[in-house]
């Protein structure tokens, strides 16, 4: 059963960088079948697609926040990454990590989702 | 950005009752249209993909159909457990965008 998990710091003050790393278990982030995504959902808001990474580090980004955001993949550890640069308090949400599966093309396996708030 | 439009935003029903919600697309997406069911706290969950496809171990009470442009999902008897809020999300081109959620509540 493949899972996934956010981990990462629950408080980024304005200005810094958000960063959260996914874990992949039950399953290889190097699969090709694959995408890897991060979406975040602000509190008693809908859901917004940050931008997905493929296991060649291929990558694209919401146009709403591309020059802000790096997805990078670690193979290594079966985790991929999000930084978020230039933070303020409209990047405060809840932050899940997702797989997108070829043949679906759909988010078929989310994380728990991490709390992250902006604030000084 | 293609904008997906769910109605209604909110839906008042009971236990058996038949259910629809509708979504639309701002262009045309074909049957990339996957619908999800968030309940308070949790991750969303994947209960149709491409339009009509049921994911793996969701109820067959659940039902979706529509291409192009307008979408629908149908929950067929509702249960206790079904009360939550809906997101259909279009996988046709990225950005993915998703529908602003429609919250069906117990009457």
């Known amino acids: 059963q493949v899972q996934l998990q956010e981990s990462g710091p629950g408080l980024v003050k304005p200005s810094q960088t958000l960063s959260l790393t996914c874990t992949v278990s039950?399953?290889?982030?190097?699969?090709?079948?694959?995408?890897w995504s991060w979406i975040r959902q602000p509190a008693g808001k809908g859901l917004e697609w940050i931008g997905r990474?493929?296991?060649?580090?291929?990558?694209n980004y919401n146009p709403s926040l591309k020059s802000r955001v790096t997805i990078s993949l670690d193979t290594s550890k079966n985790q991929f990454s999000l930084k978020l640069s230039s933070v303020t308090a409209a990047d405060t949400a809840v932050y899940y990590c997702?797989?997108?599966?070829?043949?679906?093309?759909?988010?078929?396996?989310w994380g728990q989702g991490t709390l992250v708030t902006v604030s000084s | 950005d293609i904008q997906m439009t769910q109605s209604p935003s909110s839906l008042s029903a009971s236990v058996g009752d038949r259910v629809t919600i509708t979504c639309r697309a701002s262009?045309?997406?074909?049957?990339?249209l996957n619908w999800y069911q968030q309940t308070p706290g949790k991750a969303p969950k994947l209960l149709i993909y491409?339009?009509?496809s049921l994911q793996s171990g969701v109820p067959s009470r659940f039902t979706g159909s529509g291409s192009g442009t307008d979408f629908t999902l149908t929950i067929s008897s509702l249960q206790p457990e079904d009360f939550a809020t809906y997101y259909c999300q279009q996988s046709y081109i990225t950005p993915y965008t998703f529908g602003q959620g429609t919250k069906l509540e117990i009457k």
């Open positions: 997702a797989r997108v599966e070829f043949s679906r093309l759909a988010f078929d396996y």
């Open positions: 039950g399953g290889s982030i190097s699969s090709g079948s694959y995408y």
């Open positions: 262009q045309s997406i074909s049957s990339y």
């Open positions: 491409a339009a009509s």
């Open positions: 990474i493929y296991t060649d580090g291929s990558t």
